[in-house]
């Protein structure tokens, strides 16, 4: 006989040694013993109640479903859902009842979940998901309710996410829920064009139409809300004025607002609509400013931040060759460069600029084969369609100049002529009726001033006269005023440098030097950043967010040779701090760098396949 003590003290070879099933466990030894687990246990046992369900052997219990019944054990169905427990583990009447009725679930769904019970499988499809889940809630399943869930979600389309978001109400299914509103947002043009959007409640119709992630431009918002509006006009009228209010004007193309929205029949009806529609226009169509006395500002509402910012590049010289007819966009959200549709011409020294979420390229010399030609012509591209057309001409041909946009009008500032003269002059295009006039002329022509709008003013810093010396300079302009005056000062010597608003300054980017000025207006005093790595000019700038991108240019080197740059840097004047974006698809200077807001689909729809 061998004693336990021996058997604790002997070898260990015979675990080894013996022959047992793969599917056991024996690989926790303790001073005592060896502990076993055998993983299939559990499952054979629920196959073997299952079996004995199927059997009718030892089941106490009938769930039934109207006429039809399922026998069942009590302790299988109390130990699978905390709904069981309390009914057979209470004082209610059905812990001692032979049959037991459940209300509310159909007979082949309570088959489905008696089976699940004793298999953990069910087949979810699209005729028994509801009722599955429904009882699942019910009884208290949440891993079945779940699989429902995920089935559903692997269901959603633009034409059915507002009726599971009320599903998912109804089932308080918070993650179906979550999954449905973010197709609802995400796919907005597809589901305003759907009947569930038009049988909102005026409640639900206002929390979509205002969410900040609602992935669609604001005519598209217009639009749905009057199509609502009109699915039921006498029972929906009292609504009007708090829904429109979801409509972001500040974002509306001036143009589909004067057509569209500012007659309306419908909101010329309601006095509050009304008001919000008088403080727009002043918002919109006034040069003057709406901080003016009995001028309501509109209330400053963000884009909705569906909205991404993207970066472009438009003709310049490449790789020091001749002008390129390239464009180029970047997507700061996966940092890549793509290709869009080229300049209708070779364009020498344009200028450009962005309105009503457009790309103007103005004059330039246009460049062929064999004759250069200074050019009145102005382009207009669409990210959306991809395409350039052409526009109202400026009222002179002109190159190197500069432009910038305030509210609905471009201003086009001085330049070079037809006869290669220096022009003070500036004229202004109205977008919104078309037409091109002659403003005052600048106190003092310059070439390559660096030029921004801000608080209905135009300011121009610096550039150079026809003899090529900096001129230390700013020359501001009073836009409804049409009043020029200028101020002399030590601060300002750049020629071929950018000029951007970021933030409440004007910063004004290099200029055959590494500085970077910002001057404020209010103070009419100037600030010094960090400066640039390099010397820069004829570089491109552009903000997107709160950070500002300067693009290419040419560099002067230390032993002051001039050299073409592919350089992408990055400005954050939070932390006073320059960072490399990595480089240009090729070198290049004399571009055009702006700034785009659109949604992420309409710009990934304009990239070629």
């Given at each position: ?86 009914m057979f583990c209470s004082n209610f009447r059905e812990s001692s009842e032979a049959k037991v009725q459940l209300k509310g679930i159909g007979w082949p769904t309570l ?473 240009l698809p090729h070198k290049l200077f004399d571009h055009a760098c702006l700034s785009l807001q659109c949604l992420p689909h309409t710009a990934s729809s304009s990239f070629?396949?």
């Amino acid at each position: 006989m061998v004693s336990p003590g021996r058997l604790r003290g002997g070898s260990r070879s015979s675990d080894n040694g013996g022959c047992h099933c793969h599917s056991t466990r024996m690989d926790k030894e303790s001073m005592d013993g060896l502990f076993f687990q055998d993983p299939d246990f559990s499952s054979d046992l629920l196959r073997q109640l299952n079996s004995f369900r199927q059997n009718r052997i030892l089941t106490d219990v009938s769930i039934c479903a109207s006429a039809q019944e399922v026998p069942c054990h009590r302790n299988v169905l109390a130990s699978s859902s905390p709904y069981f427990r309390a009914m057979f583990c209470s004082n209610f009447r059905e812990s001692s009842e032979a049959k037991v009725q459940l209300k509310g679930i159909g007979w082949p769904t309570l088959e489905q979940i008696v089976a699940y019970v004793y298999t953990g499988e069910a087949c979810i499809t699209a005729e028994n998901v509801l009722p599955l889940m429904e009882a699942a809630s019910m009884l208290q399943y949440p891993k079945l309710f779940e699989a429902c869930s995920s089935y559903l979600q692997n269901q959603l389309a633009p034409g059915n996410c507002l009726g599971m978001i009320r599903l998912s109400e109804i089932l308080s299914c918070e993650t179906l829920k979550r999954k449905a509103r973010e197709v609802a947002l995400t796919s907005f043009p597809e589901v305003a064009m759907s009947a569930d959007l038009k049988e909102l409640c005026a409640l639900e119709l206002r929390d979509y139409l205002g969410d900040d992630g609602l992935c669609g431009e604001e005519e598209k918002v217009f639009e749905a809300l009057m199509a609502w509006i009109r699915h039921d006009p006498q029972a929906r009228k009292p609504y009007v004025p708090e829904l429109f209010m979801q409509v972001r004007l500040q974002y509306v193309h001036p143009a589909f607002f004067f057509h569209f929205i500012a007659n309306d029949d419908l909101l010329q009806t309601s006095p509050a609509c009304q008001t919000i529609l008088e403080t727009a226009k002043r918002h919109m169509f006034s040069l003057h400013s709406t901080s003016a006395p009995g001028c309501r500002p509109l209330e400053h509402v963000p884009p909705r931040n569906s909205y991404q910012d993207f970066l472009i590049l438009l003709g310049g010289r490449k790789d020091n060759q001749q002008t390129t007819r390239d464009v180029l966009l970047y997507d700061s959200q996966n940092c890549q460069w793509q290709n869009l549709a080229k300049l209708p011409t070779r364009l020498y020294k344009p200028s450009a600029v962005t309105l009503h979420r457009s790309v103007y390229i103005l004059g330039g010399m246009a460049v062929s084969v064999g004759s250069s030609v200074v050019t009145r012509s102005v382009y207009i591209f669409s990210l959306k369609l991809n395409q350039w057309r052409l526009a109202e001409p400026m009222l002179v041909a002109r190159y190197s100049h500069r432009s910038t946009v305030h509210r609905n009008f471009i201003f086009c500032i001085g330049g070079l002529g037809e006869g290669q003269e220096l022009l003070g002059s500036m004229e202004r295009y109205d977008s919104l009726s078309n037409v091109w006039e002659s403003m005052a002329s600048m106190p003092v022509a310059v070439l390559h001033p660096a030029v921004a709008a801000k608080d209905q003013r135009l300011y121009l810093f610096g550039g150079e006269d026809i003899m090529q010396n900096p001129v230390r300079l700013i020359q501001v302009y009073h836009i409804s005023r049409n009043t020029w005056f200028k101020m002399e000062t030590r601060m300002i010597k750049n020629v071929c440098a950018p000029a951007v608003v970021l933030g409440e300054r004007i910063v004004i980017v290099g200029g055959y030097t590494r500085r970077i000025l910002a001057y404020d207006p209010q103070s009419n005093k100037f600030a010094k950043c960090a400066d640039m790595r390099e010397r820069r000019m004829h570089h491109g700038a552009a903000v997107m967010g709160n950070k500002l991108y300067v693009t290419g240019g040419r560099r002067l080197t230390s032993d002051c040779s001039i050299e073409d740059s592919a350089s992408f840097d990055c400005y954050d004047p939070e932390t006073d701090t320059w960072t490399s974006q990595g480089q240009l698809p090729h070198k290049l200077f004399d571009h055009a760098c702006l700034s785009l807001q659109c949604l992420p689909h309409t710009a990934s729809s304009s990239f070629p396949s």
